[in-house]
């Protein structure tokens, strides 16, 4: 399998700092084995460094909110954390001491500080434990607006969702621009994650080198195009095995014609909406298998009139080909369906989920898809302004979506709120995807709501509707907070989902699920001749009497980067299970036999068709 | 020096006889001073206030008459008689002799002296005959000292609200809850005020308070079904179903009211009920588009695709420039495999969508001058377009009335 795997590594590795390439290989074997090792590799054999007390200070001291904003509302005081919550706030123990910097401080009420950061969640060291990326954000120049990056920050996890940074030794890079987001995906196919930083500028692709080092490949990449790139995805749109890189673009907004906006000349300065600028293009990158990337967007059709703040890469209209939904602030979504060899279609308004249900553009901001309902169907889910409702599209087969918030009972949940951060998840472990949406006013003073306002947890009855369980979903959703991205992913290996989220100006919260352990089996997939990480791909496991689907899927939420694996919860009784793959190629495959309450390396082409 | 003058008087009588002779014209002007002036000038009063009695009789039957009268007496003054200078006002507005009315206002040297009373019956003359600006000018004219500041208050905002100038309503709302901050009145207008520059949270809790403080059962009413239109609007089910059951118990339901209950049945996630309920309005009102359109969107949410194309298309027939049936239409008939009848109404919508874009990026523009002018005409054709030929006719009408200010 390894030697398919080989097939794959076509970048040279020259830069990297081990160039032995032979050395390489057996880091990449031994990773794998690793990671294939099942259920003793969640929790980490290696020393580990807790958290010590003089760091959790140095997270409250870092939780000092700059002079601008709004004071922090004060938790409500009956709020203490209940048996029944459904997250612990750990962050004070994680050892993650992380704030996204906006620069708002500057006091020039640049559109750019509105858009936040994110967070990626992703094995970068192949310890089988999942290692947290904090995008750095930026500061703002008070006299010229003119933005300056802050460095990103990535901690390693030690086990029992404890967290040591190694920034430096890994060498992120220190003089990214003012950044938004990341993505993961295995551009060079070598099994070790790359990442994909979007900035205000010049964005930032970050070959992992496998050793637990990044290189910046961006400029060898011909990715080095100054731009305001918010969200990214990673999948392979003209099936060659490699990962090609679609970027949303957001407005042509530079600091030269920054300027606040009022409402009458004596009212207070606030940002300007974004209807005040110009849309920029969106990027599609195809990977060349080079080591390079060529921006095709332009020959492939992809419209210029989008305001990009969420883009998802997953098949989501199940006829085996990558689809790429865009989530664009106050003008319409676009979906691009693929078809085969490299071309789009956008089927946005025809499919119904350019528009909400009276037909007008929104406010959209984070995106996911999932089988909401049962019936095998992916459903899309858009997060979006205040006065709109989040909007929950269900898929009704032939590329067809309808409104469904009402019919699912989310019509006027977080209406007032500006919905950012959100996922589709099975956080309580009975098979059925729930539901997080994490908000914050982009405007300081002008807002419906205040800027700081509640996060939400939504469970999933059957299929039948969402139920807000937020008042037990734990004491940080007791506090209101200026949210933005948020990542998901089982940190400690319990096989429950875990959250981290990423607010402007505030602490990077890490929310551990404390909610009993199902049953459940986590599945890593591995492409050999898709791509590595196989987005696009579908898998379906039947359990509950039903068949749970889930997506491999790349850029969903907002500016973040969630757990590739899979986690499927499984009766408490069952032993094993069988696992349906569909491919990106096509390829259907099953997985018999695999055992619950572990992890799975499900390599494409070794179940059987 | 009384004895030499006396001595002086025995010398030459006839000298002092010619003096005393000399005294009568002083006597006569000193008496005319302070006589007779006050008299003419007390007739003369006298008769600007017959005059403005005799007129006043007149504005109703021949106010013409009464404006020529007024001009007389006002002449006859010197210039110097407000209240009939109000009262000419007056005739000249009922003799449909506006742009007069507006001047002869305008040539008060001091409106603020005239009497509040009279100055807000020039202002609700003003409002019942379409001169906004005129009654505008006469109740800023009004000090705000005056004990009428509240009257004068809750006309100003209600001129702001007819004319579309909301920006000042707020403060004087705020103003009038200073100035009677038990009065359900004074509430309802800061209610209002906040409700129409979007501060619904806000609006909410203040007719929120204006229940608290109004007992009549219709201004109740009034409230009630604002606060459950509003607060569906922000999500706030419990709020409403709680608004919405007081309502029914202190009102007869009106057609508006049953619909409303429809769109919260629906934001509870009660989709059969509201189905139910719709039903229920269309046998009542056939021909009302929003429950047609409502009962469509119910009917397409089910897959109930053929009773959806319907109502839309019945929608769309009667209201050809609602977008949102356009777009629903088209998307029923994308379901229906009619794809070129289809993109008709996606386009349609999109037609219409760019106006509804173009409208929002004017309205939160500002002006000044011929450049206001210019911009509610624009708003106004963009309306039109959307067949909102009320609110286009409206706007035309406030940009008619600016022309005078410019010139």
Not at chain 1, 492 to 518: C, H, K, Q
Request: proline letters at 4%.
């Amino acid at each position: 399998m390894y030697s398919d795997m080989e097939q794959h590594h076509r970048f040279t590795d020259s830069k990297c700092h081990m160039s032995d390439r032979r050395f390489r290989l057996v880091m990449l074997i031994g990773a794998a084995f690793i990671a294939a090792s099942l259920s003793s590799c969640r929790e980490s054999t290696q020393s580990t460094v807790p958290a010590t007390g003089s760091e959790s200070l140095e997270h409250a001291s870092d939780a000092v909110a700059t002079t601008l904003l709004p004071a922090t509302a004060q938790p409500d005081s009956t709020r203490v954390r209940g048996e029944e919550d459904w997250f612990d706030d750990v962050t004070g123990s994680s050892g993650i001491v992380f704030t996204y910097r906006n620069g708002n401080d500057a006091g020039q009420f640049t559109i750019l500080e509105t858009v936040g950061g994110g967070i990626g969640m992703f094995d970068f060291d192949s310890d089988g434990l999942l290692d947290v990326f904090c995008v750095g954000g930026g500061t703002i120049n008070p006299d010229t607006a003119s933005p300056s990056g802050l460095t990103c920050r990535l901690y390693r996890n030690v086990g029992h969702c404890r967290f040591n940074e190694v920034t430096d030794h890994s060498h992120v890079p220190e003089g990214t621009d003012y950044s938004h987001g990341c993505v993961v995906g295995d551009v060079d196919n070598d099994g070790f994650p790359d990442m994909f930083v979007t900035c205000f500028g010049r964005s930032c692709l970050m070959l992992n080198c496998g050793d637990g080092t990044f290189i910046d490949q961006t400029s060898s990449a011909g990715l080095a195009v100054q731009s305001w790139s918010t969200a990214a995805a990673f999948g392979d749109l003209d099936g060659d095995g490699q990962a090609d890189l679609y970027v949303t673009g957001y407005t042509d907004w530079t600091p030269q014609i920054n300027k606040p906006c009022r409402q009458s000349p004596d009212q207070f300065a606030d940002v300007c909406p974004p209807q005040h600028y110009s849309p920029v293009s969106d990027h599609l990158y195809l990977n060349l298998g080079d080591g390079r990337f060529r921006d095709i967007a332009e020959e492939i059709g992809v419209r210029r009139d989008g305001m990009g703040l969420g883009v998802l890469a997953a098949d989501v209209n199940q006829d085996g080909q990558l689809d790429f939904f865009v989530a664009n602030d106050v003008t319409a979504n676009h979906l691009y369906l693929g078809s085969d060899g490299r071309s789009l279609t956008e089927a946005g308004e025809v499919s119904g989920v350019a528009y909400n249900e009276s037909g007008s553009p929104e406010g959209s901001m984070g995106i996911d898809a999932e089988d909401i309902d049962g019936d095998g169907l992916s459903e899309l889910w858009v997060t979006n302004f205040e006065m709109e409702d989040n909007s929950l599209l269900q898929n009704r087969g032939n590329g067809l979506f309808q409104h469904a918030t009402a019919a699912f009972g989310l019509a006027g949940q977080s209406r007032v709120n500006v919905g950012f951060g959100t996922g589709l998840h099975d956080f309580d472990g009975d098979s059925w995807v729930d539901m997080y949406v994490v908000n914050g006013h982009v405007l300081y003073k002008r807002g419906i709501r205040p800027f700081r306002q509640p996060a939400f947890v939504f469970r999933n009855l059957k299929g039948r509707k969402f139920v807000d369980v937020t008042k037990s979903a734990g004491t940080w959703f007791g506090v209101t907070h200026a949210a933005r991205g948020a990542a998901v992913g089982d940190l400690d290996g319990d096989g429950m989902l875990d959250l981290v989220v990423s607010s402007i100006n505030e602490p990077t919260a890490i929310l551990r699920n404390r909610l009993p352990a199902t049953n459940w089996v986590r599945l890593q997939l591995v492409g050999r001749y898709s791509a590595r990480i196989p987005v696009g791909a579908r898998v379906t496991v039947k359990a509950f009497d039903r068949n749970c689907v889930r997506l491999v899927k790349s850029g969903s939420g907002y500016l973040s980067q969630s757990d590739s694996c899979i986690v499927i919860a499984v009766e408490a009784a069952r032993t094993v299970v069988d696992v349906e793959v569909v491919w990106p190629t096509g390829t259907h495959e099953t997985f018999a036999g695999l055992v619950t309450g572990t992890d799975h390396v499900i390599i494409e082409d070794s179940g059987t068709e | 020096m009384t004895a030499s003058r006396n001595s002086r008087r025995s010398r030459s009588p006839g000298k002092a006889e010619r003096r005393a002779s000399r005294r009568w014209p002083r006597f006569a002007a000193v008496f005319a001073v302070l006589i007779i002036a006050p008299t003419v000038w007390w007739a003369m009063s006298n008769d600007t206030a017959r005059v403005c009695r005799q007129a006043s009789e007149l504005l109703a039957t021949d106010p013409n008459r009464a404006a020529a009268m007024l001009e007389q007496a006002v002449a006859d003054a010197g210039g110097d008689a407000p209240d009939a200078q109000l009262l000419w006002t007056r005739a000249l507005l009922a003799a449909g002799r506006p742009a007069e009315a507006l001047g002869c206002f305008s040539l008060m040297s001091n409106p603020s002296a005239a009497d509040p009373k009279k100055l807000l019956q020039l202002a609700d003359a003003a409002t019942s005959s379409g001169n906004l600006l005129l009654a505008r000018f006469s109740l800023e004219a009004i000090p705000a000292n005056s004990s009428d500041r509240p009257a004068v208050l809750h006309r100003l905002i209600a001129l702001s609200q007819q004319t579309g100038n909301v920006g000042p309503v707020m403060a004087m709302a705020r103003e009038l809850l200073t100035l009677q901050p038990d009065n359900a009145e004074s509430w309802l207008a800061v209610a209002q005020a906040e409700e129409q520059q979007m501060e619904l949270h806000d609006a909410v809790r203040s007719y929120g308070e204006v229940l608290k403080r109004q007992r009549d059962p219709e201004r109740r009413a009034f409230v009630l079904r604002t606060l459950v239109r509003l607060q569906v609007l922000l999500g706030e089910r419990e709020a409403a179903r709680s608004s919405f059951e007081e309502l029914t118990t202190t009102t007869a339901l009106e057609l508006a009211d049953r619909i409303n209950e429809v769109l919260l049945l629906r934001l509870e996630g009660e989709t059969e009920q509201a189905q139910q309920k719709i039903e229920e309005v269309l046998a009542l009102s056939p021909d009302n588009m929003l429950a047609r359109e409502t009962h469509g969107t119910l009917a397409f949410n089910r897959g109930d695709n053929d009773t959806a194309r319907r109502d839309f298309e019945a929608v769309v027939r009667d209201q050809p420039r609602n977008k949102q049936a356009h777009y629903k239409l088209a998307q029923v008939l994308l379901r229906l495999g009619h794809q070129d009848e289809a993109q008709k109404h996606f386009q349609e919508n999109r037609r219409l969508t760019d106006i509804s874009t173009h409208i929002l990026k004017l309205q939160a523009s500002t002006a000044v001058g011929t450049a206001e002018i210019s911009r509610l005409h624009e708003l106004a054709a963009a309306y039109a377009q959307l067949g909102q030929l009320e609110t286009a006719t409206r706007l035309r009408e406030s940009a008619r009335r600016l022309v005078p200010v410019d010139q």
